[in-house]
C-alpha cells in the first residue's frame, strides 16, 4: 500500500507539479482514503521522502545499467548522460530528489533527526556506482591520488549543476549544450584532475557511445 501511495504521488508530480501534492490528490489518484497517507506516512512531508527515495531508486538502476569497462571516465561519463536522462524524464521528480522544489505547500520538518534525501539510503545506493567508478579512476594511474570519494563529490556538483541550468533553459543559445558545454566541461575536469587531455577527449567520446549502445538496447 505505501508504494501504491507514492506511485500516486509520483504521477500526480508528473503532471501538475508540487503543488498538486495533497493528502486528498494523492488518496483520490491511489483509490485509498486520506487517512492512509497519514497512517503510512505520518505527513506529506514524509510522503515525499519516499517519492524522493523512489527516484533515487530510479537513477540507481539507471547507473547499474552502465558496465564496468577498462575505462572509468567514459562510465562516468555516460552515468552523467544517464542522469541527465532521468531528469529530462522526470524534471519535478529531479528537483524534488535534489531540494529544488517549491514547498509552500509542504510543512517543515521538526524531527532534527529526520534524515535529509542526500543521507537517505536510496541516495548511497545510487552514489555508490558513481563513487566505485570514481575509486576505479584512481587506482587506474590516470589521475594524481585524489580520494574517490572527493572526486565523486566534485563530479556530481559538476554533473548536477550542469543538469539544473539545463532544465532551467540556460543553455538555449547552443546548437547541442551535450558536445559544446557538458562534455568539454567533463575533459576538462578530467585535466584537472591530471590526466592527459587527449586521452580524456577520447574517453569522454567512448563514455557517449556507451551511452548510446545503452539507450538503444533499453
Known amino acids: 500500500m505505501p508504494d501504491r501511495l507514492v506511485r500516486a504521488a509520483v504521477g500526480l508530480l508528473a503532471e501538475q507539479g508540487p503543488s498538486g501534492i495533497k493528502a486528498r490528490t494523492v488518496?483520490?489518484?491511489?483509490?485509498?482514503?486520506?487517512?492512509?497517507?497519514?497512517?503510512?506516512?505520518?505527513?506529506?512531508?514524509?510522503?515525499m521522502g519516499a517519492v524522493a527515495d523512489h527516484g533515487f531508486k530510479e537513477l540507481g538502476r539507471a547507473f547499474a545499467?552502465?558496465?564496468?569497462?577498462?575505462?572509468?571516465?567514459?562510465?562516468?561519463?555516460?552515468?552523467?548522460?544517464?542522469?541527465?536522462?532521468?531528469?529530462?524524464?522526470?524534471?519535478?521528480?529531479?528537483?524534488?530528489?535534489?531540494?529544488?522544489?517549491?514547498r509552500a505547500t509542504y510543512r517543515p520538518l521538526s524531527d532534527a533527526d529526520h534524515r535529509l534525501s542526500g543521507h537517505s539510503e536510496a541516495f548511497r545506493t545510487a552514489h555508490a556506482h558513481v563513487l566505485a567508478a570514481c575509486e576505479r579512476l584512481v587506482d587506474?594511474?590516470?589521475?594524481?591520488?585524489?580520494e574517490p570519494e572527493v572526486v565523486a563529490a566534485q563530479l556530481w556538483s559538476l554533473v548536477h549543476g550542469y543538469v539544473t541550468l539545463?532544465?532551467?533553459?540556460?543553455?538555449?543559445?547552443?546548437?547541442?549544450?551535450?558536445?559544446?558545454?557538458?562534455?568539454?566541461?567533463?575533459?576538462?575536469?578530467?585535466?584537472?584532475?591530471?590526466?592527459?587531455?587527449?586521452?580524456?577527449e577520447a574517453?569522454?567520446?567512448a563514455g557517449a557511445r556507451l551511452y548510446d549502445s545503452i539507450v538503444q538496447d533499453r
Open 65 to 102: 545499467e552502465v558496465p564496468v569497462t577498462e575505462d572509468p571516465i567514459a562510465e562516468l561519463f555516460a552515468m552523467a548522460l544517464t542522469c541527465r536522462r532521468v531528469a529530462r524524464e522526470s524534471p519535478h521528480l529531479y528537483d524534488l530528489m535534489f531540494g529544488l522544489s517549491t
Open 203 to 205: 574517453s569522454h567520446a
Open 166 to 200: 539545463e532544465l532551467a533553459a540556460h543553455f538555449v543559445e547552443f546548437d547541442d549544450a551535450v558536445t559544446q558545454v557538458l562534455l568539454p566541461m567533463g575533459v576538462n575536469f578530467s585535466v584537472g584532475l591530471g590526466d592527459e587531455r587527449e586521452r580524456a
Open 27 to 47: 488518496a483520490s489518484a491511489s483509490g485509498l482514503s486520506t487517512m492512509v497517507v497519514y497512517s503510512h506516512f505520518g505527513g506529506i512531508p514524509e510522503l
Open 140 to 146: 587506474s594511474g590516470r589521475v594524481e591520488q585524489w
